[in-house]
């Protein structure tokens, strides 16, 4: 079982990386994001999670532990294989999803990560007692900030979408303290992303 990828990156897409890694390539599963941030002509490594099947063998790589950590709890769940879990976590960060699974609220899992009803539903049952070793990176006073920050844009006429991905990127960038006076920071920011100022 391959555990752990340390190579040069010959080829690289949205879905995938392919690694040099003693003059073989591997070609490696990759959300958005993990792509995203690895240069092309830079040496990385991954954490592998390694799917074998009667037929085939896939490779799936994490930027950090925790990921691939999540990854492996989605896989737990009836119904949910190696290519629904990554696109799960290519919608949604597992930080957000922690965050959401701590709610216990599907309603509010699916409008803050995009995870259809559904999934948050199956997410939040079958998780809910497996995550407690992970601490929230936001404050309940965070997470309602941007909640209600998401709300009001899609009252303005933006999608869901759109609003939830903004607003996500501007609480990591902008590292806010928590205050209520956040909210309409937030809203002000957003709107100037959004109508590309």
């Known amino acids: 079982m391959i555990a752990y990828i340390e190579g040069k990156i010959i080829e690289k897409k949205d879905t995938f990386v392919i690694l040099n890694v003693s003059g073989i390539g591997y070609k490696i599963n990759t959300t958005q994001e993990t792509s995203a941030k690895i240069k092309n002509t830079d040496k990385t490594s991954l954490w592998i999670y390694h799917a074998i099947r009667e037929n085939s063998q896939d490779l799936y790589g994490f930027e950090n532990k925790i990921d691939l950590e999540m990854f492996e709890m989605?896989?737990?769940?009836?119904?949910?294989?190696?290519?629904?879990?990554?696109?799960?976590?290519?919608?949604?960060?597992?930080?957000?999803?922690?965050?959401?699974?701590?709610?216990?609220?599907?309603?509010?899992?699916?409008?803050?990560?995009?995870?259809?009803?559904?999934?948050?539903?199956?997410?939040?049952?079958?998780?809910?007692?497996?995550?407690?070793?992970?601490?929230?990176?936001?404050?309940?006073?965070?997470?309602?900030?941007?909640s209600t920050a998401i709300d009001a844009l899609v009252a303005l006429g933006y999608s869901e979408k759109e609003s939830r991905i903004v607003v996500q990127d501007i609480y990591k960038k902008e590292k806010m303290s928590d205050n209520s006076q956040n909210t309409e920071k937030i809203i002000k920011l957003a709107l100037k992303k959004l109508s590309g100022q």
């Open 74 to 146: 989605l896989l737990t769940i009836s119904g949910i294989g190696p290519k629904s879990a990554l696109s799960i976590l290519n919608i949604a960060p597992t930080e957000t999803i922690i965050d959401g699974i701590k709610s216990e609220d599907p309603n509010y899992l699916s409008k803050i990560s995009g995870i259809s009803k559904k999934n948050s539903e199956k997410i939040i049952l079958n998780l809910k007692n497996k995550i407690s070793e992970y601490q929230n990176d936001q404050s309940e006073e965070s997470k309602n900030n941007n």
